[in-house]
């Protein structure tokens, strides 16, 4: 009893400090936990693979509540550690630091049907292959083995701006969807943002990412089962380089009874251009058992065969836990027969709380 009423005594100088106009809000932390078992072998010489467990863990801290002018709030942020994710110093080690300090990052500000947003990683994007394949795990792409592995590059989320720091409007029309347009001044969704004052220098921002933009669509257009997703980003290049960045993503899945069938078709425009396009279908057996399956082919302007892609998939749903089984098989990895094919095989189990 003692320690509850501490908390409720520092809660109650809180709010006062923070003026009393303020109206009732609500927070709640939530967070998710997957761990996973991958093996990768390559027919290539020389011969390779690779095999080991992985780690994703994330916590969320959520806050909403109305203004003093009526309007609805919502902010948040994220702490994500993925296996070799560390909490360092973004300026000496941004790629790791990200995920400690630029994950799910926003405060919203809604009236209607209109938000405004400002953060990172948080607003609608393409980054997502769950409309093409739901029951499998993560993208739709591998990695070779060895030491230096080969990335498959059926594109992802496109060059999508959307983990940079930045700000949106999101437009939800009913019995359409949600539209939203996204800016960030800075296009570098590797480093995990700047301090809130003045004391970095010129050269952390002005660096080899410019500003981007970028449009996006999700909804059903009111009919029952329909999944539509449509994205269109461009990156701004400095002077010297190659120009422009371009990213399209168009993708829709369809839901009648336990069958859900799935297409989309990712481009990415730079020195050179690469398509992606995929169909999927899955099968729900039972309420706790899916089945799925995916095609997909890559095609590289500067590439001399395609890169194909089969993906099987098996998920069970054991109520606060679910496990994720998946197989790829890719041919021409990177688009080229130099690189072999690739045999990946992925087990994860999740859970939230």
């Known amino acids: 009893m003692k320690n509850k009423l501490m908390r409720t005594t520092a809660l109650a100088g809180s709010m006062i400090l923070l003026g009393a106009g303020i109206s009732v809000a609500q927070t709640t932390v939530s967070g998710n936990l997957d761990l996973s078992y991958r093996a990768v072998s390559n027919d290539k010489t020389p011969l390779n693979s690779f095999r080991g467990f992985g780690k994703e863990s994330q916590i969320n801290i959520a806050n909403k509540g109305k203004l003093n002018n009526g309007m609805d709030y919502a902010a948040g942020f994220s702490v994500e550690f993925d296996g070799p994710d560390t909490a360092s110093n973004p300026s000496t080690d941004p790629v790791d630091a990200r995920g400690a300090h630029g994950e799910g ?197 500067t590439a001399s065969v395609d890169e194909k892609i089969k993906i099987a998939a098996i998920g069970y749903n054991l109520g606060p836990v679910v496990i994720n089984t998946e197989y790829t098989d890719t041919e021409n990895l990177r688009g080229s027969t130099a690189n072999g094919d690739t045999k990946e095989v992925i087990v994860k189990v999740s859970t939230k709380f």
């Open 105 to 301: 990052v926003y405060i919203n500000f809604t009236s209607g049907n209109t938000t405004l947003h400002i953060g990172a990683d948080h607003i609608q994007n393409p980054d997502s292959h769950g409309l093409i394949n739901p029951v499998g795990v993560g993208y739709i792409t591998t990695y070779g083995a060895g030491t230096t592995p080969t990335a498959g590059i059926y594109p992802t989320d496109t060059n999508s701006p959307y983990s940079a720091y930045g700000v949106g409007i999101i437009q939800n029309v009913p019995n359409v969807g949600k539209f939203s347009a996204y800016y960030a001044p800075n296009d570098d969704n590797a480093v995990a943002g700047h301090d809130i004052g003045n004391t970095t220098t010129i050269g952390f921002y002005e660096n080899t990412n410019e500003s981007a933009y970028e449009l996006g669509f999700t909804g059903d257009f009111g009919v029952k089962g329909l999944q539509v997703q449509a994205f269109y980003n461009k990156k701004d290049q400095p002077d010297g380089t190659n120009g422009d960045q371009k990213g399209t993503v168009l993708a829709a899945s369809y839901n009648f009874g336990q069958v859900t069938l799935a297409a989309e078709r990712r481009k990415f425009e730079s020195t050179s251009d690469t398509t992606g396009k995929a169909l999927g279908v899955s099968f729900a057996a039972t309420n706790n058992l899916s089945f799925g399956l995916v095609y997909g082919k890559a095609d590289l302007s």
